[in-house]
C-alpha cells in the first residue's frame, strides 16, 4: 500500500509559477514511476507528466512541455511538478500517481496507475 498527499497549489496570475510536492509513505518510494494528472472543471482527467524510479526519464503532454518540469527526491520520497509560465487552461485539480509496475505501457492513462493522491488545487487567472 502507498499514501500519496499533494501539497503547493493555490491561486497564481498567468505567467506565473507554481510548485507542487508529492509525498510518499508506505512502500518504498525508489521502486515506484511516478505521475502527475490534472482534471478541469467538465473535463476529463488527463496526464501531465511521468518519471521513472531511476529520474533517467520522463514524459510530458504535448500542453505542458517547456513549461512544466516534473523530478524527484528519493530520499525525500517527494515528486516535484515545477510549473513555470502559467496559463489560464492550467487551472485544475493536480494529482500525483504511483505505478508499481516499472514498465511505460500506456503511461498517459489513469488505469495505468496504483494509487493517488487527494489532489490540490491550482487556479490561473487571467
Known amino acids: 500500500q502507498v499514501q500519496l498527499v499533494e501539497s503547493g497549489g493555490g491561486l497564481v496570475q498567468a505567467g506565473g509559477s507554481l510548485r507542487l510536492s508529492c509525498t510518499a509513505s508506505?512502500?518504498?518510494?525508489?521502486?515506484?514511476?511516478m505521475g502527475w494528472f490534472r482534471q478541469a472543471p467538465g473535463k476529463e482527467r488527463e496526464f501531465v507528466a511521468r518519471?521513472?524510479?531511476?529520474?533517467?526519464?520522463?514524459m510530458y503532454a504535448d500542453s505542458v512541455k517547456g513549461r512544466f518540469t516534473i523530478s524527484r527526491d528519493n530520499a525525500k520520497n517527494t515528486v516535484y511538478l515545477q510549473m513555470d509560465s502559467l496559463k489560464p487552461e492550467d487551472t485544475a485539480v493536480y494529482y500525483c500517481a504511483a505505478d508499481v509496475r516499472n514498465n511505460a505501457f500506456g503511461y498517459t492513462s489513469e488505469a495505468r496507475y496504483d494509487y493517488w493522491g487527494q489532489g490540490t488545487q491550482v487556479t490561473v487567472s487571467s
Open positions: 518519471i521513472t524510479w531511476s529520474a533517467g526519464a520522463t
Open positions: 508506505g512502500r518504498t518510494f525508489s521502486a515506484l514511476d
